[in-house]
């Protein structure tokens, strides 16, 4: 069993909650109202702002050539996948940057954001990358939960194919791959840091659905 295998299995309770969130089941049932999905959209735009400059500061403090060229791929991926589809969809359903900035970062967001960075000023680069496993994980298995079924609504499919198209499926390999690769490279406290750091975002990434489910405000 790989160290993936193995944080993979101890996250999997926050996993099984994700599958069945009503935000996932509404998505893909076609019955989630444009105006969460809009929230969400929102949110994700702030963590993915973020999350993509994580790459770039782990491969900034990485001793290992192969891990930062990795990193600066997944960032690179990342801003030619992923956000490129979120902007087309605030294209869509006209988000301007003034409701962007009136909304602003909510409480779920602005921690599982900190929480990640906390993970790499902790714990190093081999912690900061377990920190964001998840997100590429995740994603790709609610993708792949959702495929048989879909969803009516157009907007929400695109959103389902982005996270089983071939080149994200290669960029959550990738990702694993470095954390295996690295759980390999550091002591026993370090990997115990790794797991700690995957399963908090797992458990981030559950609450991330609540959030927008319940359009959440800091009062």
């Known amino acids: 069993m790989t160290f993936t295998d193995q944080i993979q299995e101890a996250a999997m309770p926050l996993w099984q909650r994700s ?9 893909t049932q076609g019955t989630l109202p444009l105006s969460t999905f809009r929230y969400y959209l929102i949110q994700d735009y702030f963590y993915l702002k973020n999350f993509c400059d994580l790459h770039g500061e782990i491969a900034a ?6 891990e930062r060229n990795a ?8 801003n030619h996948g992923e956000v490129a589809i979120r902007q087309g969809m ?8 003034a409701e962007v900035n009136q909304l602003g970062i909510a409480p779920t967001c602005y921690n599982y954001v900190n929480h990640m960075r906390a993970a790499l000023a902790a714990g190093g680069p081999e912690v900061g ?3 964001l496993l998840p997100c590429y994980w995740l994603y790709h298995a609610v993708g792949q939960h959702l495929q048989a079924h879909g969803s009516p609504v157009a907007l929400y499919q695109q959103w389902i194919d982005n996270y089983i198209d071939d080149d994200y499926a290669q960029a959550v390999d990738r990702m694993l791959d470095l954390v295996n690769q690295g759980a390999q490279q550091v002591d026993s406290t370090t990997r115990d840091q790794m797991a700690e750091s995957f399963i908090r975002s797992s458990a981030y990434e559950l609450q991330f659905w609540e959030m927008a489910y319940q359009k959440e405000q800091w009062n």
């Open 19 to 27: 599958f069945v969130h009503p935000f996932i089941q509404e998505l």
């Open 61 to 66: 403090q990485s001793q290992v050539e192969a």
């Open 71 to 78: 990193l600066l791929a997944g960032e690179r991926t990342l």
């Open 90 to 97: 605030f294209k869509t359903l006209k988000i301007e940057k």
């Open 129 to 131: 990358i377990a920190a």
